[in-house]
C-alpha cells in the first residue's frame, strides 16, 4: 500500500533502520508482485493482502536497510534495484550476497530473535516493498505460500555466511600471526643490523690500537692484554641492576680521570665486559705510561667487539628459532597425518603467540612419558592457537601481575588430555552450554565470528573422535581436550 502520510512513513524509517526513503512514484500492481519468485504461487486474494499491508518505498543508494545486531521489525523485499548483504568478520565488513533479483528479501524473522543477524544496504536506486514484522506474522501463519522460501532462504543464507566467515576467520587468524610473527622478527633482525654496524665500526678502532700497541709493547706485555681479555671474555656473565651498573661506569670513569686518559665511552665499554678499576690497575702496572691509554683503548675495542658478535649471533639464533617454531607449528613439508608429539605443537604455539604472552605468567605441568599419537599435528596447534586465544582475552581485565595461563598434559581414559586454564574473569554459567555453537560469541559485533571454538570442537571431536570441554567460575577456567592414542587416518576429515 502506497500511503501520502508522510509521518507516517518517517516512523517506520526510524523504526526499520532505514537512513532514507521516499515515497514510492510507481505503484504497486498484483502482476509485479506476481513476477518476483516470492510472491509467484500467490493467489489473487493474497496479492491483494499484500499490497495492503505493505509500503512502497525508493531507496537511494548507499541507503542502510539493516544493522547488524540491531533491532530489526520489517521485512524488506526488492522489486527493482539491488542489495548488499554483509556481516563483520574480524572488525572488517564482509559481503556476503548481492543481490538484485525482483523478490530478494532481508529482514525481520521470528527465529532472529528482532536482532538482525547481517547488515543490509542498497548499492543503487532501488524500489522496495515494505512489510511490518505483524504483517510478516500474518503471512508465516496465515496459509501464504512463503514458509519454504524463507526457510531455504535462511538455510542458503547460513550455508554461504559461514563459508564467507570460515574463510575470513582463516585469514583474520593468518594474519593476526604474521603480525605477532612479524613483531617478533623485527626485534632480533633490528637488533643484528645495529650490532653489526657498531661491530664494524668497534672492528677499526680495535686493529688501529692494535697496530699502536706493536711499536709500544713487547711480546710479554702484549701478552699480558691478550690474557686480561680472555680472562675477561670466560668471566660468568653477571647482570647488573642498573644502580649497579651505574655506579660501575662512574668508577671507571673517576679511574680514567685519576690517569688522565679521555673516557671517550670506553667506561661503559668496559664495565659492559665486567672490569673494574682493580682490572685497570693491573693493566697499569704492567704497561708502559705512554701505552696506557692505547692498551686500554685496545681492550675496550675488543671485549666491545666480543659482545656485539655475540649480539649478532643471539639474534641470528632467535631468528633461527622462530623460523623452526613457524615450520614445527604448521607442519611443513611434512604428512598432514603423523605421529605427533603433542608438547612439541604446544611449545611451538606458544613460540608464535609469544608476542600476546609478554605480561602473563605461562605455567607448564607436562607429563614428559606422553606417548606421540597419530593425529592431524597442524589441526591441533589451531585449536592450541584458539583455546590460547580465547584465554589470553579472558585476562584483559585482570591485572598484568596477576595474569596466569596453565597447561597441563596427562594420559588418562585410553588417551591423552590437554587441558589450558586461565585465571580470569570466567564463564557465565548461562552460556557455558553454548560455547561450541558456530557463530556464538561473547564479544561485540565485528569483535569476533563465533567460529573459533566451533572449529576446536570439529578438529577435535569429528577429525580426530576426541571430546573438547570447559568447567568455568570466575577466576578458574579450564578448557580439556582428550584424545585417543589412536586417532588413525580414518578420522574424518571436516572442512
Known amino acids: 500500500m502506497v500511503t501520502d502520510a508522510m509521518d507516517d512513513?518517517?516512523?517506520?524509517?526510524?523504526?526499520?533502520?532505514?537512513?532514507?526513503?521516499?515515497?514510492?512514484?510507481?505503484?504497486?500492481t498484483p502482476e509485479e508482485l506476481r513476477r518476483t519468485f516470492l510472491f509467484e504461487a500467490f493467489s489473487d486474494e493474497q496479492l491483494r493482502w499484500v499490497m495492503e499491508h505493505g509500503e512502497v518505498v525508493q531507496v537511494p543508494p548507499g541507503t542502510k536497510l539493516l544493522t547488524e545486531g540491531e533491532p530489526v521489525d520489517v521485512m524488506w523485499v526488492l522489486l527493482d534495484g539491488q542489495i548488499e548483504l554483509f556481516r563483520m568478520v574480524g572488525g572488517r565488513e564482509t559481503v556476503v550476497e548481492t543481490a538484485d533479483a525482483p523478490g530478494t528479501w532481508?529482514?525481520?524473522?521470528?527465529?532472529?530473535?528482532d536482532a538482525s543477524p547481517i547488515g543490509g544496504r542498497v548499492t543503487r536506486p532501488s524500489r522496495l516493498l515494505r512489510l511490518s514484522k505483524d504483517a510478516m506474522s500474518h503471512l508465516l501463519n496465515g496459509g501464504f505460500p512463503v514458509a519454504t522460501h524463507f526457510l531455504t532462504g535462511v538455510t542458503f543464507g547460513v550455508q554461504t555466511f559461514e563459508a564467507v566467515a570460515r574463510q575470513q576467520e582463516k585469514l583474520a587468524a593468518l594474519g593476526k600471526l604474521s603480525a605477532g610473527l612479524a613483531h617478533e622478527l623485527n626485534n632480533p633482525a633490528a637488533a643484528a643490523v645495529r650490532a653489526a654496524g657498531r661491530l664494524r665500526e668497534t672492528l677499526a678502532e680495535r686493529d688501529a690500537r692494535a697496530l699502536a700497541l706493536g711499536r709500544l709493547l713487547d711480546g710479554e706485555q702484549a701478552g699480558f692484554l691478550a690474557r686480561i681479555r680472555r680472562q675477561a671474555e670466560e668471566r660468568p656473565p653477571h647482570a647488573l641492576d642498573p644502580l649497579a651498573q651505574s655506579d660501575r661506569e662512574d668508577a671507571i670513569a673517576d679511574w680514567l680521570d685519576d690517569h688522565d686518559l679521555p673516557d671517550a665511552g670506553l667506561a661503559p665499554?668496559?664495565?659492559?665486559?665486567?672490569?673494574?678499576?682493580?682490572?685497570?690497575?693491573?693493566?697499569?702496572?704492567?704497561?708502559?705510561?705512554?701505552?696506557?691509554?692505547e692498551s686500554v683503548a685496545w681492550l675496550g675495542a675488543a671485549l666491545?667487539?666480543?659482545?656485539l658478535a655475540r649480539a649478532v649471533e643471539q639474534s641470528a639464533g632467535r631468528i633461527s628459532t622462530l623460523v623452526q617454531a613457524i615450520k614445527d607449528y604448521s607442519y611443513m613439508d611434512q604428512a598432514p597425518v603423523q605421529e605427533v608429539d603433542l608438547h612439541e605443537g604446544i611449545e611451538s604455539t606458544l613460540t608464535i603467540l609469544a608476542h600476546k604472552l609478554r605480561d602473563i605468567t605461562v605455567a607448564r605441568d607436562y607429563d614428559r612419558s606422553l606417548p606421540r599419537i597419530v593425529a592431524h599435528g597442524s589441526e591441533l596447534n589451531q585449536v592450541w592457537t584458539n583455546l590460547l586465544d580465547n584465554a589470553v582475552d579472558a585476562l584483559a581485565a585482570t591485572p598484568s601481575r596477576e595474569r596466569r595461563i596453565s597447561i597441563r598434559t596427562a594420559q588418562e581414559e585410553g588417551g591423552v588430555v590437554v587441558e589450558i586454564a586461565d585465571n580470569g574473569s570466567g564463564i557465565p554459567p548461562e552460556i557455558q552450554g553454548r560455547i561450541f555453537e558456530p557463530f556464538f560469541t561473547t564479544k561485540g559485533v565485528g569483535e569476533g565470528t563465533g567460529l573459533g571454538l566451533d572449529t576446536s570442537y570439529r578438529i577435535v571431536v569429528r577429525q580426530h573422535r576426541g571430546a573438547i570441554s570447559v568447567t568455568s567460575r570466575p577466576g578458574d577456567t579450564r578448557f580439556r581436550?582428550?584424545?585417543?592414542?589412536?586417532?588413525?587416518p580414518g578420522g574424518q576429515t571436516d572442512p
Not at 9 to 25: F, I, K, M, N, V
Not at 106 to 113: H, S, V, Y
Open 9 to 28: 512513513e518517517r516512523r517506520q524509517d526510524e523504526s526499520s533502520g532505514a537512513e532514507s526513503t521516499t515515497l514510492a512514484t510507481e505503484p504497486l
Open 106 to 113: 532481508a529482514g525481520w524473522l521470528p527465529m532472529f530473535d
Open 269 to 293: 665499554a668496559l664495565a659492559d665486559a665486567g672490569l673494574a678499576p682493580e682490572d685497570l690497575d693491573r693493566i697499569a702496572a704492567a704497561v708502559p705510561s705512554a701505552a696506557l691509554l
Open 304 to 307: 666491545a667487539s666480543d659482545g
Open 481 to 488: 581436550v582428550w584424545l585417543p592414542l589412536d586417532t588413525g
